[in-house]
């Protein structure tokens, strides 16, 4: 599957996740200034919760006429002189890619950040066909020079990588002598790209939202990479998944407010860009070409099923940057470009569960996820749903989760067993217990004590403690 | 204008269509009428006075220095903040507004006599207004719409107003008439729907620019001043 990343089980890549404690730092630091940046733009417009249920009549509208909406936006496309295409598949949306590269006799190409060219994996396929990549947002880039380096963040690409890092990636692969402060880096970057905007032959960019009705995309940026990507090169072409769609200029707006805010804290990032056909007559920047490229690859699927509403996220990963798991484990652990909790209902959908079934138990149910979400997307309940359907319909309950719950369901399956395992707890788990907490359980306690430490069975059971205290009300 | 070519269409939409559970939809359908309507209650009922407020106000939040002058003192304001930014070269939109604010002595002759480079948009010479621009020091166009509430200037894009005046030079100014700051985005984005619902054709081009270029990718620091400028000022014509 496209979208996948590293090659290790889930479990040993998330004992990487775990052991790199400069991202875990830099993870936790990040979601706690996103989050409190998320928050303080919400409470400073007041009515959040009005704002929230809006963005999620929206999206529902939108995705309930979704075939309608995208008609609208074709036709409106269409008549301003834009090609569309219609990708049922990544190998379809790429071929097409390809076509229009190779027509143009493009060497070089650059790109504004798309999660949806990661999850079809467009790069190779051009690269393959002899043209040079370069990514132009500045996280999107530190990762490609440093050899392709997945992302680990929806909106921070290259989150889990340090200055230092990043300076010495810099170093090995660019002339640069200069230190690790952002801004030495980040102007090096500057001078870089400006020579790749200026002497590519394509642009290639994703979309936040299209708006159907005046066949325009919206670019959502802080850096202005998607600007220069799409006013300089002379082919411009934009890859959507097909449920990032509005109605009109009304509900973009609206979204917007929405996805800068939840995503960062933002009233409205630096560059907003609403970009209609190729350039008009007259003009002098701008694409003379423009070719639009809606990709399907798995959503249709999704559509009609309980899992619907996933189609109404915006990417703003307020999501990502509340969950406790993810601050644990970092966003490589999940092995999709999309993580977080968000990943791991929107990965098993897409990419199935042979790749993906542990996903949705990578997470403890506790909602913060569906309370952060701007669109209001059941985060939770749809994790929950995953875990049914996976036990239910597919049988294929992660290992160690069969092998406890078959443990249990002995243990459990008469109260005379059940008696007996718990009395007998406290003496063998002695062996692993320091203190009242055990650091290295065996068997099914073993992944998590790897982790943390698991409190030692008390050495009265709840049932002997319950039972003697209610004899002692009796006495008083 | 030729009509682009759409392929692969009806398969695609007739699948959705499945899915749904319906037959598809090419007509027929009517945006409801939303049940909460919050972004309308923004700055409701604030004056032209309290809306310039509150987009100053807005402005130190985003790293972009503010300067209010008069129609009277634009020329030697302007000239000033470009002076501030270290003088020309200088790249302007073709816009009458220019000459409508008084501007033209300033561009044609004051700075042309001091050896400042200015170059005024012109579609005719094609690639070489990109050129101009991507060594300029200073980009200024007028903004055509400003929202009070993010501090942002929407610029529409057409001949004259080539899109990477605001993009390609180190720094940006915006000429910001007071008549055209509103609160929210949302004022901006009816402005637009009603020209598409008139049949209007809209700009190829709409930028929502607020403050300078900036990025955080390295270590969550905050940078300003990626690809796009690195410094901006905007400034407000007060009786205009």
Request: proline share 5%; aromatic share 8%.
């Amino acid at each position: 599957m496209a979208m996948k990343i590293g090659t290790g089980e889930f479990k040993e890549r998330i004992e990487k996740g775990i052991h790199n404690s400069f991202m875990r730092g830099a993870v936790a630091g990040a979601q706690e200034r996103l989050r409190t940046r998320r928050l303080e733009a919400a409470k400073e417009l007041g009515n959040w919760e009005e704002w929230r249920a809006l963005g999620e009549e929206i999206r529902k509208h939108t995705l309930e006429n979704l075939d309608y909406y995208l008609w609208q936006l074709s036709e409106n496309v269409a008549k301003r002189g834009g090609h569309v295409f219609f990708a049922q598949t990544a190998e379809e949306a790429n071929e097409y890619i390809r076509d229009v590269v190779v027509k143009k006799n493009a060497k070089k190409i650059v790109k504004s950040k798309s999660m949806v060219t990661e999850e079809i994996h467009l790069n190779p396929v051009l690269e393959a066909a002899g043209c040079e990549v370069i990514e132009t947002d500045l996280g999107e880039y530190i990762l490609q020079i440093d050899d392709h380096d997945p992302p680990s963040h929806i909106v921070a690409p290259a989150l889990h990588k340090n200055k230092e890092q990043i300076r010495d990636v810099f170093k090995a692969k660019l002339d640069y002598k200069k230190t690790e402060k952002p801004e030495e880096l980040a102007l090096h970057a500057r001078h870089t790209l400006r020579q790749a905007y200026l002497t590519a032959d394509v642009g290639i960019t994703g979309c936040n939202f299209a708006i159907a009705e005046s066949g325009s995309i919206t670019l959502v940026t802080n850096e202005g990479n998607a600007d220069l990507v799409t006013a300089l090169p002379k082919t411009q072409i934009t890859v959507m998944g097909m449920e990032r769609i509005v109605p009109t200029f009304e509900e973009m707006e609206v979204l917007v407010s929405l996805l800068t805010r939840s995503a960062v804290g933002q009233k409205l990032t630096s560059y907003i860009t609403v970009l209609t056909g190729p350039r008009n007559q007259g003009e002098v920047d701008g694409p003379e070409e423009f070719h639009l490229v809606i990709v399907d690859n798995g959503r249709a699927n999704i559509l009609g099923t309980e899992f619907q509403s996933v189609l109404q996220c915006i990417r703003c990963a307020a999501c990502v940057n509340v969950c406790p798991v993810y601050r644990h484990i970092g966003g490589h652990s999940y092995g999709s470009i999309y993580s977080g909790p968000i990943g791991a209902v929107l990965s098993p959908l897409l990419g199935g569960y042979d790749d993906y079934k542990e996903l949705p138990y990578a997470s403890t149910l506790c909602a913060a996820c569906t309370e952060a979400c701007p669109v209001k997307i059941p985060l939770h309940d749809l994790l929950h749903k995953h875990r049914q359907a996976i036990v239910e319909r597919e049988g294929k309950a992660p290992i160690s989760e069969r092998l406890a719950m078959k443990a249990f369901g002995l243990g459990a399956a008469s109260s005379a067993i059940y008696k007996l395992g718990s009395k007998m707890a406290p003496s063998a788990m002695n062996p692993f217990t320091v203190n009242n907490r055990i650091s290295n359980g065996p068997g099914p306690l073993k992944a998590w004590t790897e982790i943390r430490e698991f409190p030692a069975p008390g050495k009265e059971r709840f049932r002997d403690w319950f039972h003697n205290r209610q004899k002692g009300d009796h006495q008083s | 204008m030729t009509a682009g070519i759409i392929h692969h269409r009806d398969k695609f939409l007739q699948t959705i269509a499945k899915k749904l559970g319906r037959e598809q939809r090419t007509t027929g359908v009517t945006r409801p009428r939303w049940k909460h309507l919050p972004q309308w209650s923004v700055f409701k009922g604030y004056s032209q006075e309290d809306l310039v407020e509150a987009f100053k106000s807005q402005c130190s939040r985003i790293h972009t220095d503010v300067v209010e002058t008069t129609t009277d003192q634009l020329a030697a304001t302007l000239k000033q903040v470009v002076a501030g930014y270290g003088g020309g070269p200088v790249v302007t939109w073709d816009d009458p507004r220019f000459a409508e604010y008084g501007l033209s002595p300033l561009l044609h002759e004051e700075w042309p006599s001091e050896k400042i480079d200015v170059h005024v948009w012109n579609a005719s010479i094609g690639q070489k207004n990109i050129e101009f621009a991507e060594k300029a020091n200073v980009g200024i166009t007028f903004s055509d719409i400003t929202l009070a509430e993010s501090g942002t200037v929407v610029l529409f894009s057409s001949g004259g107003k080539g899109r990477t005046v605001s993009f390609l030079p180190q720094t940006y100014v915006a000429i910001v008439p007071k008549s055209t700051i509103v609160p929210r985005m949302t004022q901006a984005a009816v402005f637009i729907h009603k020209q598409i619902e008139k049949g209007e054709q809209i700009p190829s081009c709409i930028n929502f620019i607020t403050g300078p270029s900036n990025s955080a990718d390295i270590e969550m620091n905050l940078v300003v001043g990626v690809h796009g400028p690195i410094k901006a000022t905007y400034i407000i014509v007060k009786d205009r």
